[in-house]
C-alpha cells in the first residue's frame, strides 16, 4: 500500500511538470517563431519478484518476470522544429525562413546565438538587429540615403539610393541548421544557443545546402497548436486526478488494516 502511494506520487509529480510544459506553449501561442516543447518520460526500476526464464522447483521455465514497477519520471523536454504559419506584415524587415535555418545572431559578449524569429530593426547606426538590439550576422548596414530595402528568397540585401535607379546589393544573409536542432539550448529572447547534442553549426546561403528560402515581409508564428494543447492538458490533468485516487485508496486500505482487531 506505501509501495502504491509512493508510486502514485511519481506519477503526480510528472504530470505537474507535464502541465508546466503546456503551459510555456500556450503562453507562446503568439510568440514570433516559438517552437512547442513536448514532455517525455521514462518508468523507472522494477522490484522483480521472480524472472522470467528461471527453473521452479519441478524443473519447469518461467514464462514471464513477477515485477512491481515504481512510477514514472520526466526525462526529457523535445523541441518539434516544424515550421510555423506564416503571416503577411509588408515591413520589409520582417524576414521568415521557408524550411530548414536559423539567423544568426551576434550576442554582445561575441557569443552566435540562432533564431527563428525575423523581426528585424533598424539600429541608430542603420544595422539590422533584433527586438533586443542584437546584430543579424553576417552584420548588415542600410545606408542613410536608402529609399527601400529588398531582401531576395536567397538572402540578398539590396536597397534603393537616392538618385539611383537600380538597386545596390550591400550584403549577403547566411544561414545555419543544425544535425539535432532539438539539442538546442534556449536562452530566452527567441534564442537558441548551440551545444554538444546539437553538434557545430552547417552555414550556408538561403535555398542552396538544404536551407530554406527567405520570405520578405512575412513572420513566421508560434507552431502551438492550441486545440492540441488544450486536449493534452485534459489528458494530463486526467492523469493527475486518477493518481491522487490511486493515493486515497492506498490510504483507505492502510486505514482498514489499522482497524482489524
Partial sequence: MIKAMRTAATGMQAQQMNVDVIANNLANVNTTGFKRSK???????YQNLRKAGTA??????????????YGTK???TTREFSTGDFVVTANPLD?????????????????????????????????VV?????????????????????VSIDGEFSVLLVGDDQPQTIGQMELAKFI???????????????TGASGSPILGTPTRDGL????????????V????????MIVAQRAYELNSKVIQTGEDMARIVNNLR
Fill in 95 to 127: 524576414l521568415a525562413i521557408s524550411g530548414n535555418g536559423f539567423f544568426q545572431i551576434q550576442m554582445p559578449d561575441g557569443q552566435i546565438s540562432y533564431t527563428r524569429d525575423g523581426a528585424f530593426k533598424i539600429s541608430a547606426d542603420g544595422q
Fill in 74 to 76: 520526466p526525462v526529457a
Fill in 180 to 194: 539535432n536542432p532539438a539539442g538546442l539550448s534556449a536562452v530566452g529572447h527567441n534564442l537558441y544557443n548551440q
Fill in 130 to 150: 533584433t527586438s533586443d538590439g542584437f546584430l543579424l550576422t553576417p552584420e548588415i548596414t542600410i545606408p542613410e540615403d536608402a529609399t527601400s530595402l529588398s
Fill in 39 to 45: 514532455l517525455e518520460f521514462q518508468d523507472i526500476l
Fill in 225 to 232: 497548436k492550441v486545440v492540441d494543447e488544450m486536449v493534452n
Fill in 56 to 69: 521452479t522447483a519441478v524443473g519447469a521455465i518461467v514464462p514471464t518476470n513477477l515485477a512491481v514497477g
Fill in 212 to 223: 530554406g528560402p527567405i520570405d520578405q515581409g512575412h513572420l513566421e508564428m508560434s507552431n
